[in-house]
Structure formats: C-alpha cells, structure tokens
C-alpha cells in the first residue's frame, strides 16, 4: 500500500536516505530540511500525510512546535507521528512530549526499521536486541499505546517499549 510520508530532519543524509528508500518502496515522500519549512508546507497541504517523520533536538522549541500543531488539527487526525531522536536525548524528548501520542524512532536505526514502521504501522514486531528491554529506564509492552517508544538498534527490529 502506497502512503503518502513526510520527512523533516535537519540531517541532509537522513532526508536522502528516508526519501530514497521510501520512494524505492513504492511512497510519496516529502522532505524538509527544518520545522519552519515543514509546518509552512503542512498548512497548504488539502490531503494530510499518513506519516510523519521529525528529528526532535529537546533544545529546539520549532521542533514541539510541528508536534503540537499536527495534533490540534483534526485533519492529521490520523496521520501518525514519529518522532526521531538520538538515544542519549530520549528521556529528555519523552519529557518534552509527555502529553502528546507520538512514537519514537532511535537514532541511530535501520533503514528496514523506518521502513517497516511506514509498510506495516500496525505491526509490532518483538525486539531482537536484549540491550534496549535490560535498559531501566524501559519495559517491554506488546501493543502499541499512548507514550510508548519505538526502539530500533544493532540488529534490532522495532518494537514499542512503554517508558512508564
């Protein structure tokens, strides 16, 4: 199934890499280098994404910004929203957007993990990598759910882990 994905990160080989191999998969995929320019194209925007991928920096207030604009609009209202962050931010970011249903992607992560999020959103697959369920701040949840992680590492496929 085709679906129309959105990529905001200021990384320019992230943006290359998710487009690339979206595209390759078959999707409609929308880059940005920044949340200004994002949230500007989002507001023209008739159909809303399925997905949305955003670099979140917990120094970046444009970034929250994007988060909580897609959520108080009702036409994203099934968009889903992936929030990428680097894994020693984590707990900051989750901090930031404790209110918000978003998931999480970690960086580093797998092509095939962004991949699988966007082919299949609704199937969760168990975690390989024992490292991310032994991490205290995490405990392994099997669904999908408000607040929840996705974590992705070395040899790893995604699975959601609930930061509770």
């Not at 507001?43 to 949305?52: R, T």
């Not at 680097?86 to 993990?113: G, M, N």
């Not at 962004?114 to 975690?127: E, T």
């Amino acid at each position: 199934m085709s679906r129309s994905v959105v990529v905001i990160d200021q990384s320019r080989v992230i943006r290359t890499l998710l487009q690339i191999h979206l595209q390759q998969a078959g999707h409609h995929v929308l880059v940005y280098p920044g949340s200004h320019e994002a949230l500007q194209a989002l507001e023209v925007f008739q159909d809303a994404p399925d997905l949305i991928f955003l670099a979140v920096h917990p120094t970046l207030k444009e970034d929250v910004e994007v988060i909580r604009s897609v959520k108080a609009q009702t036409k994203y209202a099934f968009t889903r929203l992936i929030v990428m962050a680097l894994q020693e931010d984590q707990a900051q970011v989750q901090r930031l957007l404790r209110e918000t249903d978003v998931s999480y992607l970690l960086k580093p992560f797998h092509i095939q993990d962004a991949l699988s999020l966007v082919s299949a959103p609704q199937a969760w697959r168990p975690l390989r990598s024992p490292g991310f369920m032994n991490h205290p701040e995490f405990r392994y949840c099997p669904t999908p759910g408000r607040g929840q992680a996705i974590a992705c590492g070395q040899g790893a496929t995604c699975s959601p882990i609930d930061s509770k």
